[in-house]
């Protein structure tokens, strides 16, 4: 059983995390989508536990029977489930690099986790019974089910991702499951599902050694002419060779493209507004094509940063040998390192720093183009030296999502530099400069000359359009009536959200007003809607600890977020460090649901701890605005995480001694009530809560939840 347990755990973790890359890499990846895949993971779990919690009364032989092939199952799942979504594009005829429509998107998200989620989940209520049925505390379930998936999650994050692609790790996983099924199987006398499960298991060695031609054959189902396809912790990185132009995308979304003329106006405008740039920094686009033509300006020195090594090697192998080299010229310096990280150690100043990001869609991307980071940008720019962006925009009409979007990064840049130049297109250029900024396009188009650039795009005619066409100053006047937008702040990252109203607002205009309504939420709404759960446990007293248990996986899910995206902000997104957070945040799971399955409490005894136990996410949570506003050192990160999951952990081995009645019906409620809460968490914590009221009062709403749980669980 507890083999099973570990199983179980590794399983649910290690698919999660290979679903979510497919289906990240395949639509999108903003925290709405994100949201929405684990949204749904955990409310088909939870489905699953509460209709098997009804099964746990079977007989012994028969619940062993369905343990066994249902651990079978669980291993072939993810790999049916990765066909799947590989698929979508071509059953939903979306071409690459175009958006998937928001409902069919969101009908294959939720049919793509199905049949793993529910599995698993209706598997755990059967293997609590059984433990508890072999002389074991039940609440040692949820103690094995966590060190699996900790186990999982450590070796997806530091082996699985590095050394193995989705489909040779999938084989791992049924080679895994099959073993747990195996163990199960010859306690049965069943001589035929022995032979099955060995037969099974030689067609997971045979899965394992055949799983990089399935990986590149149904990759090629979604990309013509594919050149080259590889994942690294940072994401998906695919190649398209048409004749002599490369096309790169990372995850799903255009990168770049070779012969075109965007690089043109990512680094000539800036360069062009500096009288003599010796120094510049690029942050992103390190090989589209930036460096080549920041090299034919008079510069001293080139610095760029990108944080993945691994499209760096595809640059250097794909692009176009004289582009390639430009990675290796004498005058530049690559940088490996987080873009934000770099900015905030270097001792150096710069002329001009470009920022070549996408836009501020995900949290992620967001700490881009917040206040703090432009302050920190302005601190190592020298004398007149200026910061360059870029937004998608529209060059006649600009929808209140669009305006809203990019007047909060308009806003945010005037709160640090005094002066801010727009310049119009298709990509709004910011320009931004903390001396006087020269908005001369006839200087502009002298310099060019002198320079003796000679380009496709960016001419001395077209500088010239771009200050006196109608065009320049609407730009302005538009960006000026949104003066009543938020700042974007590292600890209120407004933007993101405003992003992903004018991601939806593409496909389904209906939810506009929705997204202008919830930008007034407050904390008091939060308290109203938390008051209706608590009341209704005061009327059926058997809801109050699976109502305790479901928000503490409420809180549990935003913890998780609030620490992650308060890390991110403060050291970088340094992959190897969030996967030890996101370790510790388990390993915290595991020694806490030890510490809670050890109690040997009885009822009212486990009711008064789970009754602390929620007194300490109210003070817990009151205190973290104060811990995250300070320049925390990047270890304490892994700690916070390691007591936060530690407090989730106890939670439900304290609920199932506390609840009365069939342990295998009891597990199955909670462990429902849990994953339910999980899935609100994931839905409304990082697309809606931090970004509208802020990581300070989204803490404030978990404290809320923890009061909540204290007046569900007192009798």
Known sequence: MRISLLALGFT???AQVLLVRELVAVFYGNELVLGLILAAWLAWGALGAGMAGRLASWSHQARSRIIAGGLAALGLLPTLQMLLVRAARGL?????????????????????????????????PLLTRRLAEAGHPAGQAYLWE????????????????????PFQTAALVLAVDLVAALLLGFRLPAFGFRLSAICLLLTALGFLLTAPHIHRATLRWQWSDLAFAADSPYGRIVIQARESQRIFYENGILMFETQGTRPEEVVHLP??????????????????????????HPVAHVTVVEPDPLLLRAARLHLPPDEAAVLDHPQVTVVLADGRQFVQTTPRTFDVVILDLPEPSTGALNRFYTEEFFREVRAILSPGGILALGLPAAENYWSPELARRNGSVYHTLRAVFPHVLALPGDTIYFLAAA???????????????????????VTAAYIRYLFTTDRFAQVREALER???????????????????????????????????????????????ALALPVGLTRLRRQWALPVAVGGAGLAGMMLEVIILLAFQVRHGSLYAQISLIVAAYMVGMVLGSQ????????????RRGLLALMGVLVVGAAILPFLLQRSLPALLFPLLALLAGGWGGAVFPLALRAERGDVGRAAGRLYGADLAGGCLGAL????????????????????????????AVIK
Not at 435 to 457: N, Q, Y
């Open 271 to 296: 360069l062009l507004a500096h009288p003599a740039p010796r120094e510049v920094l690029l942050i992103g686009g390190a090989a589209a094509g930036n460096l080549r033509e920041a090299l034919r």
């Open 482 to 528: 949104t003066a009543g937008v938020r700042l974007n702040r590292d600890l209120m990252p407004i933007c993101y959200y405003y992003d992903l109203a004018l991601w939806l607002s593409r496909f389904t205009p209906r939810l506009r007003g929705f997204f202008e309504r919830t930008d007034v939420l407050r904390l008091g709404w939060v308290a109203l």
């Open 595 to 606: 510490w809670g399955a050890s109690r040997r409490w009885e009822s009212p005894a486990a």
């Open 12 to 14: 649910t973790t290690v």
């Open 684 to 711: 409304l914590g990082g697309a809606v809560f931090i970004p509208l009221l802020g990581i300070p009062q989204t803490c404030g709403v978990i404290a809320l939840v923890g009061l909540a749980g204290c007046l």
């Open 92 to 124: 939903l005829r979306v071409p690459p690099g175009a958006l998937v429509e928001f409902g069919p998107m969101v009908g294959t998200v939720v049919l793509a986790v199905a049949p793993v989620c529910w599995l698993a989940g209706a598997l755990f």
């Open 435 to 457: 001396d006087s900024l020269e908005a001369d396009p006839d200087r502009w188009g002298e310099r060019l000359a002198e320079r003796g650039i000679a380009t496709r795009w």
């Open 146 to 165: 966590c060190a699996g998936a900790a186990t999982g999650g450590v070796l997806f994050s530091f082996v699985f991702i590095r050394y193995l692609d």
